[in-house]
Nanobody, 124 residues
């Protein structure tokens, strides 16, 4: 069982930066692939980024590639999403999630554990 709690969301102007954090409970955090997803009002939840359990492999949505960076600190049971050059279309509730999948999958149903989400709003 893994419990996830996101933090770091807020209101930022276009072009600005935010760093989201996701703190995980449990002693097996380092064995999980971690992902970030987002959901804007009236849309489906979409994949943003994922990071394998070792931290050596990553995957990003095309819309965030080159602007967002996912990382993890297994000693702190925390995964991060550094978001730079933010755009109004990045506005959404951001969720972190955990899966036992071997690699950084973008497949939403494979994620077993989800946080409650944190709101990110980018003003133009």
């Amino acid at each position: 069982q893994v419990q996830l709690v996101e933090s770091g969301g807020g209101l930022v102007q276009a072009g600005g930066s935010l760093r989201l954090s996701c703190a995980a409970s449990g002693r097996t955090f380092s064995s999980y692939t971690m992902g970030w997803f987002r959901q804007a009002p009236g849309t489906e939840r979409e994949f943003v980024a994922a990071l394998g359990w070792s931290g050596g492999s990553t995957r990003y949505a095309d819309s965030v590639k080159g602007r967002f960076t996912i990382s993890r600190d297994n000693a702190k049971n925390t995964v991060y999403l550094q978001m730079n050059s933010l755009k109004p279309e990045d506005t959404a509730v951001y969720y972190c999630a955990a899966t036992r999948a071997m690699g950084p999958t973008r497949n939403t149903p494979s994620y077993n554990y989800w946080g409650q989400g944190t709101q990110v709003t980018v003003s133009s």
